[in-house]
């Protein structure tokens, strides 16, 4: 069975920082573009951060950039996605997506709140 499971979310003041992890298993890691998106209450799922099946050109939303860092480990099959700077607009709930082809796979989410 295809799975891909986040972890890593959380409550975190203004100006802190979260690592999200998201694990992989049921198909071929390695073959697959990653990605995270979020979506905030009101607002449609858009994309944060990409990166390539080897893990090159990371591309990221302008709203995160210089802030968010997304990688990958194709041993241990995870994709991360490292936060810092938080801000309350980064609020949402965060998915991990595996593309290859005409098959895409998502994960079930993880919640990021980001308060005083």
């Known amino acids: 069975q295809v799975q891909l499971v986040e972890s890593g979310g959380g409550l975190v003041q203004p100006g802190g920082s979260l690592r999200l992890s998201c694990a992989a298993s049921?198909?071929?890691?390695?073959?697959?573009?990653m990605s995270w998106y979020r979506q905030a209450p009101g607002k449609e799922r858009e994309l944060v951060a990409d990166?390539?099946?080897?893990?090159?050109?990371?591309n990221y939303a302008d709203s995160v950039k210089g802030r968010f860092t997304i990688s990958r480990d194709n041993y241990k099959n995870t994709v991360y996605l490292q936060m810092n700077s938080l801000q309350p607009e980064d609020t949402a709930v965060y998915y991990c997506?595996?593309?290859?082809?005409?098959?895409?796979?998502w994960g079930q989410g993880t919640q990021v709140t980001v308060s005083s």
């Open positions: 990166i390539t099946s080897a893990g090159g050109s990371p």
């Open positions: 049921g198909f071929t890691f390695s073959s697959y573009a």
């Open positions: 997506n595996a593309r290859h082809f005409s098959r895409s796979y």
